[in-house]
């Protein structure tokens, strides 16, 4: 049986979510913790679960906050939520002094909102443990998108994924599983030396265009600009981009439009491909740090 955390006594409150909240629900309140919720899909909720009327009453009193893996927009409206939720400065100011709110990414506004509240902020997409175990049904579910836009088996296809942090290692050796030839750009030697090992072809950013009109799919993990008009305006008008970095992602999805180039981004996959495996990650992993940084709150003080 999996270890469960010991959240006795503390009061969290979940913002938004999917079906994946629903396991996480169950957990934290497993872990002896009060919940409460606001934004979270109704169905199959724990009875045990307080479903307040609004994001404010679900926050009032609460240690801590967990906002969604896909965190808010630049001006603070949770992503995914069956209501609408902006989280501002008033509503966390109605959480318990010393806080600490958990978010996927958390905007520089947000963080410095929270800061001058005494309130901590947690990324939980920066937890290597939460990554990669996400990462496989990212990975799944770039391949499910690429098999349906392409006429052509992923075998014996050119695939080239861009950054070969947590998600594009894993996606890389899903590839060379199902016997595609794989080319792996990275800007790091250790990470090009790792994908030498691995029998990936490496490759270094500044070679793409040498390498760009062979590929039939092209899968990014990079969230900056990687694959701008100029390197488009390379590749096979056949080819098909697969973007899962984070929005705005990393390719010039104009340039791609004009070649006549099939190009997608694509959010949120293990929610959407794997909603239960996902929970289950998700529920495996917050618990867990939420109990470590209450803990190392409580020492600091
Ligand atoms: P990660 O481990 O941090 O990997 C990111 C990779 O991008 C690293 O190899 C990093 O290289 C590289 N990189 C960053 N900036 C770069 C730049 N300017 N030029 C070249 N390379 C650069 O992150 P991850 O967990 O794999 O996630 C990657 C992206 O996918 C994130 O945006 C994440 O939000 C997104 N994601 C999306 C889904 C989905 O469902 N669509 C699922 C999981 C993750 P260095 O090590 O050299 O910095």
Redesign the pocket.
């Known amino acids: 049986m999996d270890h469960v955390a010991n959240l006795k006594g503390r009061h969290i409150c979940l913002l938004g979510g999917d079906r994946r909240e629903l396991k996480l629900v169950c957990t934290l309140i497993d872990s002896g913790a009060k919940v409460s919720c606001y934004g979270v899909p109704g169905d199959g909720l724990r009875p045990e679960a307080i479903v307040a009327e609004s994001a404010e009453q679900a926050c009032r009193g609460a240690n801590v906050v967990v906002l969604p893996l896909s965190g808010t927009d630049s001006n603070g409206n949770v992503k995914v939520a069956s209501k609408p939720i902006c989280i501002t400065r008033e509503l966390l100011s109605v959480l318990s002094p010393n806080a600490i709110l958990f978010s996927g990414t958390v905007p520089r506004f947000l963080a410095a909102e929270s800061e001058s509240l005494g309130i901590r902020t947690v990324e939980t ?1 920066a937890n290597d443990e939460l ?1 990669i175990l ?2 496989i049904p ?1 990975a799944e ?1 770039a391949i499910l998108m690429a098999m349906q836009a392409t006429p052509f088996t992923i075998h014996n296809s050119n695939c080239l994924v861009l ?6 290692l894993t996606l890389a050796r899903m590839l060379q599983g199902i016997g595609a030839h794989v080319w792996a750009a ?3 030697g250790k ?1 090009r030396a790792r994908a030498f090992e691995m029998g990936l072809s490496p490759l270094d ?1 500044a070679d793409l265009s040498s390498c760009l009109p062979q590929i039939d799919i092209v899968f990014n ?4 600009l ?1 694959l701008d008009r100029a390197l488009t305006y390379t590749m096979k008008r056949t080819a098909v981009i697969i973007d ?3 929005a705005p992602g990393g390719v010039d999805f104009v340039a791609a439009s004009e070649r006549g180039i099939h190009a997608e981004l ?5 929610g959407r491909v794997a909603p239960i495996t996902a929970g289950q990650i998700v529920s495996k992993v917050l618990p867990e740090m939420i109990a470590a940084e209450l803990a190392r709150d409580e020492w600091e003080r």
């Not at 950054?163 to 594009?168: A, E, I, K």
């Not at 694509?266 to 293990?270: C, I, K, M, R």
């Open positions: 997409t990554a996400n990462s990212s579910g950054g070969l942090g947590r998600t594009g990275a800007r790091k990470d950013f993990t990079v969230p900056a990687v899962l970095a984070s694509a959010p949120g996959l293990p």
